[in-house]
């Protein structure tokens, strides 16, 4: 099972609440060039390759450019230009109907896909010396936790943070959730907030 298949159905379970939206990338050439402005002209940043997913911020302003974020197998850190229609935002696939939820947990099933997450409240002034930020042209968002890439916060102050995500495909656990996949998801509202909006 490809985990990114699997890392998309969960960003889809929560993705559509933040002001940027997590995309998968899409061109039939295997790959994307990030540039480094709005335009075919801007100079290449980098490339993505085809199936990863990047965090992208729609401005009108952009036009039929996007903005993304996106770490690469490196651990580094990629900000530029895409063009729209490389792209498809997560919340475009069909969702996991969610069946039950509470404060601090929630489920989603369909036929062959079961995810359950649990969170907790979180102490950022307790933890505040793990985060870091990226200064941008004209602002700063925080967006790094112990060194790792951070998701959920569009870049404010966590109060609650995912504990755990268990996700089952067809009664088999994906083969990614057995090792080491560290993803800090934190969120500036409860869990409970969260499934409710949707």
């Known amino acids: 099972m490809n985990h990114k298949y699997l890392l998309a159905l969960l960003f889809l379970s929560i993705s ?9 990338i899409i061109d039939k050439d295997g790959y994307v060039n990030v540039r480094k402005q ?18 992208a911020f729609s401005d009108e302003k952009l036009g039929d450019w996007v903005s993304v974020d996106y770490t690469n197998s490196q651990n580094k850190s990629i900000t530029g230009y895409v063009h729209k229609s490389r792209i498809k935002l997560i919340e475009s696939y069909n969702q996991i109907p969610n069946i039950t939820f509470d404060e601090n947990s929630a489920t989603f099933k369909s036929k ?3 995810v359950e997450i649990r969170s907790n409240k979180f102490d950022y002034n ?13 602002y700063s968002v925080i967006n790094k936790f112990k060194g790792q890439k951070l998701w959920g916060t569009d870049g404010g102050f966590p109060t609650s943070h995912y504990t755990s995500i268990k996700a089952t495909i067809k009664g088999a656990v994906p ?13 500036t509202m409860s869990l409970r907030h969260v499934i409710m909006m949707n």
Do not use: C, W
Not at 16 to 24: D, E, N, V, W
């Open 16 to 24: 559509h609440l933040a002001i940027a939206q997590f995309a998968k």
């Open 175 to 187: 083969r990614f959730q057995r090792g080491k996949l560290r993803i800090y998801l934190m969120s």
């Open 112 to 114: 062959d896909v079961t």
């Open 126 to 138: 307790k933890n505040k010396q793990h985060f870091s930020s990226t200064q941008y042209e004209d």
């Open 38 to 55: 709005a335009s075919v002209n801007s100079p290449i940043v980098s490339k993505i390759g085809a199936d990863e997913i990047v965090y």
